[in-house]
């Protein structure tokens, strides 16, 4: 990987444009190429990051491509950030049919111009949208990141923070599964330092309401929904975080949506585990220990995924 490579950008809502200004703030890319079938939104979103890039550490060249994805096809990073906010409104099912449907505008046309980067892939469903992109162009599933619950596991250390006290950055605490309803905490793997949550409660520093907490994990977007109608930061953070992984190749460690091909005896669809990032996309899938509630709420999500995808007629 180039060490600023170019970058494409699917879809210029609130999180496409803010991924786009990160990029650029960041120095990831010497070109950005941006796409969106909305001629006045992305001509606006284009003006406004070429007016800012006297303020960038570095310049890039910043195009618009429109609906030209096959325009796309030279960069070595694709962003899916196609969305529908409207229709999100109520949960991340919300926007099934609209943002598998624009997959189907793109991807084989991507594919076919001879695309052979890595996608990074932020649009909801999360899972079955990275599951579509896959099933429509061929690409290699590994090249093919889910941005998944990379963003809700940082919502569950902002809420065992505000538990504890703690930096957020002293906690390690993951959630797993759908990037949706039926995610959940892997309690049995959180680590505050080096202590578990039991030496924790057993410390005298709190103790844990469970439930609550996770659920402020796997609700907390809609708090922000709920005043702004969207979500922007959060998410575009957590997407640029995997975009710096496989810019620079740090072999991070993230949950991430990533192909099933066995673990937990599932397979065929996308889902969030523990990952390694790099430069060649998910380059190494772990399966931590799951105690029989986590088992049992895993094998849920996978359901739940499968129930998505069952609905989708063309496939």
Avoid at 111 to 126: E, R
Avoid at 140 to 164: C, E, M, N, Y
């Amino acid at each position: 990987m180039a060490v600023a490579p170019k970058i494409g950008i699917i879809g210029l809502g609130h999180v496409g444009a803010h991924v786009a200004n990160a990029v650029l703030w960041q120095g990831l890319a010497a070109e950005l190429y941006l796409c969106d079938v909305r001629a006045d939104k992305l001509a606006a979103e284009t003006n406004d990051l070429q007016d800012a890039m006297a303020f960038y550490p570095h310049s890039a060249r910043v195009c618009s491509v429109g609906d030209r994805y096959e325009a796309l096809a030279e960069c070595d990073i694709i962003v899916n950030a196609a969305g529908f906010i409207e229709k999100a409104a109520e949960s991340r099912d919300g926007e099934l049919f609209a943002t598998t449907d624009a997959a189907r505008t793109f991807a084989a046309r991507i594919a076919q111009a001879g695309f052979d980067g890595v996608w990074l892939t932020i649009s909801n469903p999360c899972d079955v949208v990275a599951t579509a992109l896959w099933h429509l162009g061929g690409f290699d599933p590994a090249r093919i990141v889910g941005s998944g619950t990379a963003l809700d596991s940082a919502r569950f250390q902002h809420a065992l923070a505000a538990a504890t006290g703690f930096d957020p950055d002293s906690i390690t605490a993951y959630m797993l599964g759908e990037h949706g309803a039926s995610q959940f905490a892997l309690w049995s793997h959180a680590r505050f330092g080096a202590l578990t949550a039991a030496e924790i409660e057993a410390a005298g520093v709190t103790t844990f309401d469970r439930p609550a907490l996770e659920d402020a994990a796997r609700g907390g977007g809609y708090v922000t929904m709920a005043g702004k109608h969207c979500t922007e930061y959060s998410v575009s953070n957590a997407a640029v975080t995997l975009l710096r992984a496989i810019v620079y190749d740090t072999k991070t460690l993230l949950p991430c949506s990533t192909l099933l091909t066995g673990q937990y005896g599932q397979s065929g669809h996308f889902i969030s585990l523990p990952c390694i990032v790099g430069k060649n996309g998910v380059e190494r899938v772990f399966t931590p220990e799951l105690d029989p509630g986590e088992a049992t709420a895993f094998a849920a999500s996978c359901q739940h995924v499968q129930e998505n995808i069952a609905k989708l007629s063309w496939w």
